[in-house]
Every structure is written in structure tokens, then in C-alpha cells.
């Protein structure tokens, strides 16, 4: 009892010591000894090594074999040259598919004496890509992790909690606000351009439209012109100033300043004339007030688009999701089964872009420069009244048009012709995820949909009527989840929809399965595989196309099985193929093969992925995972839309890249350049439509190419 309270105070002294004085007191009336228990209990795990704690862990259960392969004396059938594999991380607990295949091909080789190894009855449920239960437990709180460092934009908060339907509706709203907004304002473009540009020019002018003549109202003219700019871009103006009051240096903050900038350099002229001499930069600064307006009219539409394919009647979507490798990069995709929408995919559509996170870098750089560049300029040339006309033109030319449009274009681009299709590709996240992809898994229903498949009538021999052959091939086929289970199940009238129950399945390299039905030994698969199991095929018996049925090692019938090729399948492989994108054949139907694939769709079957039978099962078994990147949703299921998204998102990619690059170089070139025509006193090479004309310029070619990733 001595040695219990004399521990007891020597945790209650180790206690005081870890809290202050006041953390102490606040103890007191509270229930030390469980305080201490508890503690005790914390000091007790957390000193004891590794090994004990666990051994104080339950044990988990053992889990089900994942797969097992027959293994034959003589080589197989020779198959397609080795494809490139995707590369994933055997590290992690569920990121490489990969690792699934060595814990099997180790297993086979532990239990080759046996002879053969078996599949458990349901393959699906025990394909090694499932998750582990301790990282099953994790899942809900690595998404959260996830959306916790994911950045909103700014103008799309008010998005985040609506449904997809909602959300819609208001997108669109949006989408007509920002379109007329941007239509008057692109006219008030014109206009000015027109009015500036006029006297170099000798075009025509109204007699009162006249700096020359009358000034007053010329430059009233451009002022009202630049004011109404300002009350159609009045969004991006407000914005731009609340952001600056935070300190939230973003594009609509040089917008703004650009165009006050402009503005007071207008009304300086007409208050003080004799600080005339200099055309405001009007049309520059509505120029890019547009290109802002533009901006966030192509980012509505994206999520209007988006959300319109999100909230469709049927509410389940096949996701697209790609496996991340050791390197956070994602070289394999694979989309999941018909499901309801994840809360996740609006959160990605929302998602800050990279033009967004680079201006919020890009913009404070700009303004500081453009404010010393203004200084410098005014004062080395001896002309310090003119700093708001150095201003006004060094913040104006130094709007990274390119930069602004580099993602939100091309992404509009794309999805104008996704959402027809029912695809919807997540956001800037979903574009990065699809930019290294280099393998896309393809089932056996993606390449020879059920209805394109024909089965006949069984050719029975010896005693065996064609009930029970039937009976036998359906028990077998639905137990290893081949896509011919359905197309016998179609094809077949009078078979019975719940066939006897398969046991000890076993899928063989050799283009063939046994299971045990209702006590008997049933084969199924090609001649070959009959062949090599020592089963005699009667002379004159047709072995292609041929799925033979053998029970208790005799053979018992044989079905001619004829695969159409769709037209839609053959243009989506060569377009895959074409573009560098491996289509890996996650088939357990033993008849489709890349040589069956080059015959059927005149593509070269060594670029088809055919891996080894281990590998093509943990595939076609592969569950939606949650760890895995969402890249986009699909509402209806087909090789042309599943080639769609992958060819979309690097094509959106590029883009996005190729407009970035020619925002900074045009950002980088022109304000140096303006710099140094002002400061060398050029005022005639620095005029308002030389401006207009050199952002227009760099202009085009973002505008080509973002326009071009809408076309395929």
C-alpha cells in the first residue's frame, strides 16, 4: 500500500512539473487519480518500443488469398511484346497496383509444388487493389486534409456549399451578367481606338471631335467613354480596390489602378492645358478591362458547364481517376463504376488556377515596378508634371494578357465540347493530373460492348444435353467476372439468371477456367487451353472464336462466338495510340488479345498494353479509390468519352503553358520597352493605339491556340 501512494505522489510531482502554476490550480476538485491513470497510461505507451506496442495490437485477421494462377510445364500462347508498364510507388499502401502483382507472383512461387493455385469466388472483392483497413480508417480524414489546402477562387466562394443543380442556375446568371458587360465593353474599345487613332491616321471625325480644335470636349468624350468602361467593369473595380484595402495584391488590383491611373491623367489635362500634349491611354485601359471581364465570364461558364453535366437526372457518373507514383505524378487512369457524385469534385471545380496563383505573385512585382519605373521616368527626362501619363501607360502595358486568359481559355474551349458529351474534367486539379498520363486501363465491356457480342447455340457432345452446358459455362463465367457471363446471359434464350454457385475457381495462363459445379470439374476457355488440360477435340470441330465447355474431363459442348467491332471503339484506340496514350487491356475474357485487337481494329497490337495474367485481373478488379486523384466525371460510359477526357486534359495543359510562357515574355519585353521610350522622350512611338496594338498582337496566338484545344 506504501508502494502504491508513494508512486502515486511521484507521478502527481511529474504532473506538476509538466504544468504551470496556473494550468495546476485549475486541477483542483477535479479527479487526480484518473488524471494520473490516464497519464500513466500516455507515459506507458509512449515509452514502450516498437515491438511492444504491436504486440499490444490486435492481431489482424489473415486475408483471403488475392490471386492464384495454374502455372503450366509448356510456355503459353505468345502473347504481345512487353508494353510499357505504369510506374507507381511500392511504398505506399495502396499506390501502385504493382504491388499487388509482386506479393502475388511471391505467393505463386511458394505454392508452385502444389500445382496450381486458386482464385477465391469473388475476384473483385479480393483484387489487391483494395484498401487496407488501417488506411481504410484514414480515408475521411486525408480528404479533409486534402480540401483544407485546397484555395477557392476568390469569385467562386459563394459556389462552394450548392448543390450542382444550384449551382448551375447561378453560373449561368453569371455567364450572361459578364458576356454583355464584356460585349460593351469590347465596343468601348473600339471606339476609343477609333477616336485616338483617328488624327495619325486622317481618318474621319465628327468637326467636334477635335483635341486640336476643341480639347475640352475631346477629352471629355474619352473620359465618359473610360467612366462608363469603369461602371460596366464595376465588379473588377471594386474588387480590385477591396483586395488592395486587404492586401491582396490580385489581377483586378493592377486592372484598377490602371484604369484610376488613366482617368486622372484624362482630367489632368482638362483641368491644367498646359499639361496637355500627351493622349490618355483610353483604349488601352478598357482594353484591359475587357480582357478582365473576359477572364471571369470563360471562369463561369467552365463551372456552368461543369455543374450542368454534374446534375444530370441519373445522378451516378463513372469517375475518371488517375494512381499517383512516388513522384506526385499520375502515368495510369482508370475509371470507376456508375456512382453518385463525390462533394469533392465541386471543391475541385472551384479551385484557384495556376494564372490566378501566379498573378497573386506576378501583380505586387508589377505595381512596384511600374510606380519606380513612373518616377525615374518623369523626373530623368525632365518632365516630372507627367507622372500620372508614365503611370498610366507602364500600368496598363504591363497587364499580362496572356497570363489572365492562359487557363481559363482553352479550359472554356474544352469543356464546350465535353459537356456535350456528358464529361466534365475537375478543374485546374483534374488537368494536372492528366498531363503525364501515359497508360489508360480499358475493361473488355469498353472494347466489345455486350451487344456487339454473338453467342450460338452450344454444339453438345456425348450425353451432355445443352441445359446442363449451359448451366456449367454460366456458373463459371459469372464467377470469374468476365464481360462473356452478360453476353451469354443475352444471347442465350432459357438460361437460368441464377446459376449454381462456382467453387474453387481457378483461372489458368492458357487462355482457360475450372471451378467445381455441383461436384463436377467444369473447363472453359479456348482449344488450346482444352488441349493442354488432355482433353481430345473431335477432327472437323472449328477452334476459332470457339469457346469449348468440358466437364469432368470430357467435352461436353462448344460455342462459335462472333465480336463485332464498333466504328466509335476503332477511332478511339488510333486516337489514344496516336496520341502516345497506352490503352492496357484489363481483360478476363481469355479471346481478347492484342492480336484480336489489331484484326478486329487495324491498330498495332504492340501498342496495346497486355500485361501478364496477374496484372490484367488486379486491374479489370480495380475499386474506386478515395486516395486516388479525381480528373474528371463521366455520365455516360464509352471509349469516345473516356478518350475525350484524357485527350482534353493535355490539351488544356499545353495550352495553359504555351499562353503562360507568351504572357511573360509579353510582360517582361513591353514594359522595359515603354520604359525606355518615355524616358528617351519618344512620345510618338508610345501612343495609345501602338499600345492597343502590341497587347493585341501578343493576343493572337493565346487566342489560336486556346481556340484549337476545343477542336479533337
Same mark, same amino acid.
Given at each position: 500500500m506504501d508502494h502504491k501512494n508513494n508512486n502515486h505522489d511521484m507521478e502527481l510531482e511529474e504532473i506538476k512539473q509538466m504544468l504551470s502554476e496556473s494550468e495546476y490550480d485549475e486541477l483542483v476538485g477535479v479527479d487526480i487519480d484518473s488524471i494520473i491513470m490516464e497519464y500513466s497510461d500516455i507515459m506507458e505507451y509512449s515509452d514502450s518500443p516498437q515491438q511492444e506496442k504491436k504486440q499490444s495490437q490486435p492481431e489482424p485477421e489473415p486475408e483471403p488469398e488475392i490471386l492464384q494462377v495454374y502455372p503450366e510445364s509448356e510456355p503459353s500462347l505468345p502473347t504481345a511484346d512487353k508494353k510499357p508498364r505504369p510506374q507507381t510507388d511500392s511504398s505506399n499502401l495502396r499506390r501502385d497496383i504493382a504491388s499487388g502483382v509482386d506479393e502475388v507472383i511471391n505467393l505463386k512461387q511458394r505454392e508452385k509444388e502444389r500445382g496450381g493455385k486458386q482464385i477465391p469466388k469473388s475476384v473483385e472483392e479480393a483484387s489487391p487493389v483494395r484498401l487496407a483497413p488501417e488506411y481504410e480508417n484514414t480515408t475521411q480524414e486525408l480528404l479533409h486534409e486534402k480540401a483544407s489546402k485546397r484555395?477557392?477562387?476568390?469569385?467562386?466562394?459563394?459556389?462552394?456549399?450548392?448543390?450542382?443543380?444550384?449551382?448551375?442556375?447561378?453560373?449561368?446568371?453569371?455567364?450572361?451578367?459578364?458576356?454583355?458587360?464584356? /460585349?460593351?465593353?469590347?465596343?468601348?474599345?473600339? $471606339?476609343?481606338?477609333? !477616336? @485616338? %487613332? +483617328?488624327?495619325?491616321? =486622317?481618318?474621319?471625325?465628327?468637326?467636334? /471631335?477635335?483635341y486640336m480644335e476643341k480639347p475640352y $470636349?475631346?477629352?471629355? !468624350? @474619352? %473620359? +465618359?467613354?473610360?467612366? =462608363?468602361?469603369?461602371?460596366?467593369?464595376?465588379?473588377?473595380?471594386?474588387d480590385g480596390l477591396r483586395f488592395l484595402l486587404k492586401g491582396w495584391l490580385k489581377m483586378e488590383c493592377l486592372v484598377s489602378l490602371g484604369a484610376i491611373a488613366t482617368l486622372i491623367h484624362t482630367l489632368m489635362i482638362m483641368i491644367k492645358p498646359n499639361w496637355g500634349g500627351f493622349l490618355p491611354y483610353t483604349c488601352v485601359s478598357i482594353f484591359v478591362m475587357f480582357?478582365?471581364?473576359?477572364?471571369?465570364?470563360?471562369?463561369?461558364e467552365t463551372v456552368y458547364r461543369a455543374c450542368r453535366v454534374a446534375s444530370t437526372s441519373s445522378?451516378?457518373?463513372?469517375?475518371?481517376?488517375?494512381?499517383?507514383?512516388?513522384?506526385?505524378k499520375i502515368k495510369t487512369v482508370y475509371k470507376t463504376k456508375a456512382s453518385p457524385l463525390e462533394q469533392e469534385f465541386m471543391e475541385l471545380i472551384l479551385e484557384e488556377d495556376n494564372s490566378e496563383k501566379l498573378m497573386r505573385f506576378l501583380v505586387p512585382l508589377l505595381i512596384v515596378v511600374a510606380l519606380i519605373l513612373a518616377i525615374v521616368a518623369s523626373f530623368g527626362s525632365g518632365y516630372a508634371k507627367g507622372i500620372m501619363w508614365y503611370l498610366s501607360a507602364l500600368l496598363s502595358i504591363s497587364f499580362p494578357c496572356g497570363i489572365a486568359l492562359s487557363f481559363v481559355y482553352p479550359?472554356?474551349?474544352?469543356?464546350?465540347?465535353?459537356?456535350?458529351?456528358?464529361?466534365?474534367?475537375?478543374?485546374?486539379?483534374?488537368?494536372?493530373?492528366?498531363?503525364?498520363?501515359?497508360?489508360?486501363?480499358?475493361t473488355e465491356n469498353d472494347i466489345f460492348p455486350t451487344k456487339m457480342i454473338t453467342v450460338s447455340q452450344p454444339s453438345t457432345f456425348l450425353s451432355f444435353t445443352p441445359e446442363k452446358v449451359n448451366l456449367c459455362a454460366l456458373s463459371v463465367l459469372k464467377?470469374?467476372?468476365?464481360?462473356?457471363?452478360?453476353?451469354?446471359?443475352?444471347?442465350?434464350?432459357?438460361?437460368?439468371?441464377?446459376?449454381?454457385?462456382?467453387?474453387?475457381?481457378?483461372?489458368?495462363?492458357?487462355?482457360?477456367?475450372?471451378?467445381?459445379?455441383?461436384g463436377e470439374k467444369v473447363f472453359v476457355g479456348t482449344g488450346n487451353f482444352i488441349l493442354r488440360m488432355g482433353i481430345r477435340i473431335a477432327d472437323g470441330v472449328n477452334v476459332k472464336n470457339t469457346v469449348f465447355v468440358a466437364i469432368n474431363m470430357q467435352l461436353a459442348g462448344a460455342y462459335s462466338i462472333k465480336y463485332d467491332s464498333l466504328l466509335s471503339v476503332k477511332r478511339s484506340l488510333s486516337y489514344m495510340i496516336k496520341r502516345k496514350l497506352i490503352p492496357?487491356?484489363?481483360?478476363?475474357?481469355?479471346?481478347?488479345?492484342?492480336?484480336?485487337?489489331?484484326?478486329?481494329f487495324k491498330v498495332d497490337a504492340n501498342s496495346v498494353g497486355y500485361p501478364e495474367i496477374e496484372e490484367r485481373i488486379s486491374?479489370?478488379?480495380?475499386?474506386?479509390?478515395?486516395?486516388?486523384?479525381?480528373?474528371?466525371?463521366?455520365?455516360?460510359?464509352?471509349?469516345?468519352?473516356?478518350?475525350?477526357v484524357l485527350a482534353a486534359g493535355k490539351r488544356i495543359a499545353f495550352a495553359q503553358k504555351f499562353n503562360m510562357v507568351l504572357g511573360c515574355i509579353s510582360t517582361v519585353l513591353g514594359v522595359p520597352l515603354v520604359f525606355y521610350l518615355l524616358y528617351t522622350g519618344a512620345a510618338a512611338s508610345v501612343t495609345p493605339a501602338n499600345l492597343l496594338y502590341y497587347m493585341i498582337l501578343w493576343m493572337i496566338p493565346v487566342c489560336l491556340t486556346s481556340i484549337g484545344v476545343g477542336r479533337r
Open positions: 484555395v477557392i477562387s476568390t469569385e467562386l466562394r459563394s459556389f462552394r456549399k450548392l448543390m450542382p443543380a444550384d449551382a448551375a442556375e447561378r453560373a449561368k446568371s453569371a455567364v450572361k451578367y459578364f458576356r454583355i458587360r464584356s /460585349i460593351v465593353t469590347a465596343v468601348l474599345t473600339v $471606339i476609343s481606338w477609333y !477616336i @485616338l %487613332a +483617328a488624327p495619325t491616321y =486622317l481618318w474621319k471625325l465628327p468637326k467636334f /471631335i477635335s $470636349i475631346y477629352l471629355f !468624350i @474619352l %473620359a +465618359a467613354l473610360q467612366i =462608363l468602361a469603369m461602371f460596366m467593369s464595376i465588379s473588377i473595380i471594386t480582357i478582365s471581364l473576359s477572364v471571369r465570364c470563360k471562369r463561369y445522378g451516378r457518373f463513372f469517375i475518371v481517376k488517375g494512381i499517383e507514383d512516388s513522384d506526385g479550359f472554356s474551349a474544352a469543356s464546350t465540347r465535353s459537356s456535350q458529351l456528358g464529361i466534365a474534367i475537375a478543374g485546374i486539379d483534374g488537368v494536372r493530373g492528366l498531363r503525364d498520363v501515359h497508360a489508360a486501363i480499358v464467377a470469374s467476372g468476365s464481360g462473356l457471363y452478360d453476353a451469354f446471359l443475352s444471347n442465350l434464350p432459357q438460361t437460368p439468371m441464377n446459376p449454381p454457385v462456382a467453387e474453387n475457381f481457378e483461372f489458368f495462363d492458357t487462355n482457360g477456367m475450372t471451378a467445381y459445379v455441383n492496357v487491356l484489363a481483360v478476363r475474357d481469355f479471346n481478347v488479345t492484342p492480336q484480336m485487337i489489331e484484326s478486329k486491374y479489370s478488379g480495380i475499386k474506386d479509390n478515395q486516395d486516388d486523384k479525381t480528373c474528371a466525371i463521366m455520365s455516360v460510359d464509352n471509349m469516345i468519352n473516356y478518350s475525350e
